[in-house]
């Protein structure tokens, strides 16, 4: 049987087809297996411990009779058994047979002079009064004082256990020990946990790789991918031009060796790669950069060599390597921190992808959301010809996906959903899907037949702010400085032009640390100006301000505002060169990142202090200044926060006004946000 058996086994172990049936008429006989040896050896330690451990009990005398013994001089030693009140009588060699008659005479049951001459270990035993040893007892009655030429014996006190003791003491480390060495097993082995089974130890160099072929169809296509239609067009190709070859042979054009998908977590990369492998009719191949690592060294390495030559057999086909960031890491970057076995995992597949023996027919899919950390030898055409970036989607995008997650759901007629994809910007696509199942839920809990536009607001919230905590206790004082700490930041944001345009302000606590929060709907914006930022940061120290003004003293709910704004402050003077007196310098370089070696000096590290600063102390009067100027407004919304807890864009207006500034929208969205399907 060929070897890609060894991947298609785990998806057939279900099939009534895969396995013969019990009572196929032909009986199995069984196999050896290794772990025979292992019960054998394990079965004779055990009986071997538990012979040794347990102690003959020997014949029962009296302690009149041991004295006599005593005097006789056949007694070796004794041990006082403490525990259990008892005394074992050693007697010398041939002591027995010497002084036959008396031992006769003294042992009247039947057998027990013929125990006793036969026995090699403790040949008596009698009983003695409480917490006393023989020899305190022969001490107490004088016995060696009345016979002065009687030698004195020897006696160790010691303890007994029982014999479900002594099993215990004896099974226990065997157990703990079998039990460390079949976890090893099966670490090393995977599932299969049997070392002559598909997952044994015997097949640790063998790859871990899923097949998908006609057998196995994933139930994923490109129709449930949406809002990366770019992407899309990308891979469709690469699945295209394995279905139809010669339309780009005819024109001198190559099969790409590889994709690399790179973006953010949660963007959908995956997804993608799922779609793939239900679209295309030739064998898909998955698995996890981590699958090449293993606690042995080589193995990832043989695993490597494994799976392409699988690959070979079922060529023309597609690999794909989900986090190859696990194993391809740059090399020889951090000495301290190298990995040589990793490195000999990424060596094997550089080679593989392209070597002096590389063959036709293979095409390597891989997706990572750390691109930086890659090898430059993994990213140069000819591995990965086309690196296809994978970025959170747009207005556009994300309405086209909520398209996709609402379609099993129940949802109200009245539902916006362009409205819901401008209230969720910089959501990923996983982001989105969240959403959808937290607001179906919200709508069950509240015993609704439909999922309204409330539901939706509600699983915004919880997903941005975390779970409502309405059982929280806070006095009428810090709830207070809440609602004007809030009303701050929403009469800032109301009356600066390149702020945010305000959704909704509460003060209803959230998450482990939000007492209360402001939400706006962002633009979809890539570039900002030094009045943009400006206005950012003045909305931000909003709350702050109002908490000064109206109180007189600060608190410590602007902790998080003020990262915020140290944030903006530093990467407009040190990134984006938005300062006169640094100057058009940018200090970041992404390759240097995690190094401790800052890229300017002492002095000029004391001037980008300074200068943030003073930004900020600048930013500070002027929101000052501006929520002096309304303050009414602010004590207005403030007291009506109090009340209602809850106020959105409408309550706002109609307590202090339309905005001033019209809100300026990036594109006029046409109603059909689909693009068309490409056509190969």
Known sequence: MSEENNITEANKKNSPNSQGQPGDGEKKKPRFNIYWIYGIAFAALIGYNLVRGVSIAGVETSEVNFYEMVKLGDVEKTKTIINKNLVRVYLYKDSVLKHAEFYKKALTNKGDYEAVTKNTNAQLYFGISKDKTITELMNQNGFYDKNPSVKKVPDFPDEEGEIFTQLVTTLLPILLIGLLFIMMM????GPGGTGGGPGGIFNIGKSKATLFDKASRVNINFGDVAGLDEAK???MEIVDFLKNPKKYTALGGKIPKGALLIGPPGTGKTLLAKAVAGEAQVPFFSLSGSDFVEMFVGVGASRVRD?????????????????????????GKNVMMSNDERENTLNQLLVEMDGFGTDLGIIILAATNRPDVLDSALLRPGRFDRQITIDKPDLVGREAIFKVHLQPIKISSTLDIHKLAEQTPGFAGA???????????IAARKNKEAVDMGDFQDAIDRVIGGLEKKNKIISPEEKEI????EAGHAICGWYLEHAYPLLKVTVVPRGSAALGYAQYTPKEQYLYNTDQLMDQICMTLGGRASEDIFFGKISTGASNDLQQISRIAYSMITVYGMNDKVGNVSYYDPSQEN???????????????????????????RTKKLLTEKKSDVELLAKELLKKEVLFKSDVEALIGKRPFEEKKALDVPDDTSMPEPKF
């Open 186 to 189: 099966r670490k090393v082995g």
């Open 233 to 235: 067009v990308e891979v």
């Open 307 to 331: 799976l392409f030559k699988q690959a070979r057999e079922k060529a023309p086909c597609i690999i794909f390597i989900d986090e190859i960031d696990a194993i391809g890491r740059a090399r």
């Open 431 to 441: 982001d989105i899907a969240n959403v959808c199942n937290e607001a179906a839920l």
């Open 482 to 485: 809440i609602a004007y700490h």
């Open 595 to 621: 190094t401790f070696v800052k890229p300017f000096s002492e002095e000029t590290g004391k001037m980008i202090d300074e200068e943030v600063r003073t930004l900020i102390e600048k930013a500070y009067a």
